[in-house]
């Protein structure tokens, strides 16, 4: 049995644990879609704003998924393959999918509070100091664990006599150059989708097809600065040909709106 198949039957059982299991709960708990978020009814432009359905997405799906491609590899080396498949599809369907659904739930319906917030409310004072504690302790070990990968992922390799060994850091350095690019693109795409109301699916698709070539630049010239000069290049080409409309459609609407305004004062 290849991985292929491994990868289309796991994939069918979290599409059938999401459907069957995740309607059960929603039914369960009272989930109304027509009921409005704390987002809406508390708007104020820095805590509580709307976010697209697509975007909110994408935020818990890189929070959930994180860990994924690093704790995956390492537990799949210690205890085997099977395990690992077992736990990510009954362990993720039945206890990290019902854990991550319920807390935000829970947060949703108490005015976007976090979860300690709302273990005071619902159970007492001691029990919000208690879980707080275990929170603050565990995002320690995290930070500590994420801090180190990274610091490994910027490390550079050296030879004998203390210079650079660039071919045996070529791997890291082109895997920090995805990172800062990655973080680059993030910022920049929030920026044009919520304040200059860049459409959602040209950028998205524009964006990708940006950060690929980009990537592909990065991976293939032989040329370590020129990799980095020419991925760049592509990876902002594609970021601002994705608000070229937006830019466009801005434009149009101020010309148009002054062209207006001066007729208008003609005609009296």
Known sequence: MNAALFLIIGCAVLVVGYIFYGGWLAKKWGVDNSRPTPAHTMED??????????????????????????????????????????????????????????????????????????????????????????????????????????????KATYTADGAVDYAASAANASTAIISIMFILMAIIFGFFVYRRNAPLGISTVIGVIGIARGLCLIRDTPNQSMNLSRGLVHLFGGILAVNLVTFLRGLGATVGGDVQTYIANIIG
């Open 45 to 154: 432009g820095k805590d509580y704003c709307p976010a697209k359905a697509p975007v909110l997405m994408g935020h818990h799906f890189s929070s959930i998924a994180g860990a994924g491609p690093i704790n995956g590899p390492i537990q799949a080396a210690v205890f085997g393959w099977v395990p690992v498949m077992l736990w990510v599809l009954i362990g993720g369907i039945f206890f990290g999918g019902v854990h991550d659904f319920g807390a935000l739930f829970a947060s949703i319906r108490h005015k976007g509070e976090s979860i300690g917030e709302v273990i005071g409310d619902a159970i007492g004072a001691k029990a919000k100091k208690l879980f707080i504690t275990f929170a603050y302790l565990t995002l320690i070990l995290v930070v500590a664990a994420f801090a180190s990968i990274v610091a490994n992922t910027f």
